[in-house]
């Protein structure tokens, strides 16, 4: 089992405001570094948001995180049929990388 | 602009080595961190190790044995070893970059992807 547990699946409306979240089940979790990856189907994964809650140029405002304690979360403003994709949360444990397990988004 | 491109076999046997490199195009051959990651098929993403800019090497417990992770600085690239590989092996193979400093160690740089299969 991953450090750190995503929901397997989140699903909502074109407009709706969606949120995954992204626990570690330990303590070693490192803050300011958990980070956000957007992976579509036949494509590498795509940095969304990084330092728990920062935003490369070029990624829509639509999208933000944020992180308390051992929690992350992203959420996703205003949803799109383009923002159908898995998410991934990263953080380090224990000096190794770890993802989480990913969550299906899925736009009705 | 900077990209990483990805090269090596992608159909295997069981017990055969893997072997990957990824080349920086377009900027130079400087990052914090050159890693590895593999997606199997149905799965998630699973990191498997990196190197960092002054040499040292991290890796998966669970793949520490088998796994060797180098830096060719005179070519421009890095490379993933994987020996002994079975059928958990097949995924898609991913070399990454924390490239920019401004993304502290977050992975800015992907490369296209390697389809393995091991049969």
């Known amino acids: 089992q991953s450090a750190l547990i995503q929901p397997p699946s989140a699903s909502g409306t074109p407009g709706q405001r969606v949120t995954v979240s992204c626990s570690a089940n330990?303590?070693?979790?490192?803050?300011?570094?958990v980070h956000w990856y957007q992976h579509l189907p036949g494509t590498a994964p795509k940095l969304l948001i990084y330092g728990n809650g920062n935003r490369p140029s070029g990624v829509p405002e639509r999208f933000s995180g944020s992180k308390s304690g051992t929690s992350a979360s992203l959420a996703i403003s205003g949803l799109r049929s383009e923002d159908e994709a898995d998410y991934y949360c990263a953080a380090w444990d224990n000096g190794l990388r770890v993802f989480g397990g990913g969550t299906k988004l899925t736009v009705l | 602009q900077v990209q990483l491109q990805q090269r090596g076999a992608g159909l295997l046997k069981p017990s055969e080595t893997l072997s990957l490199t990824c080349g920086v195009f377009g900027g130079s051959f400087s990052a914090y961190y050159w890693s590895w990651v593999r997606q199997p098929p149905g799965k998630g993403l699973e990191w498997i190790g990196e190197i960092n800019h002054i040499g040292g090497a991290n890796y998966n417990p669970s793949l520490e044995s088998r796994v060797t992770i180098s830096v060719d600085t005179s070519m421009n690239q890095f490379s993933l070893r994987l020996t002994s590989v079975t059928a958990a092996d097949t995924a898609v193979y991913y070399c990454?970059?924390?490239?920019?400093?401004?993304?502290?160690?977050?992975?800015?740089?992907w490369g296209q992807g390697t389809v393995v299969t091991v049969s």
């Open positions: 330990s303590s070693n979790v490192e803050p300011n570094s």
């Open positions: 990454a970059s924390s490239y920019e400093a401004e993304f502290f160690d977050a992975f800015d740089l």
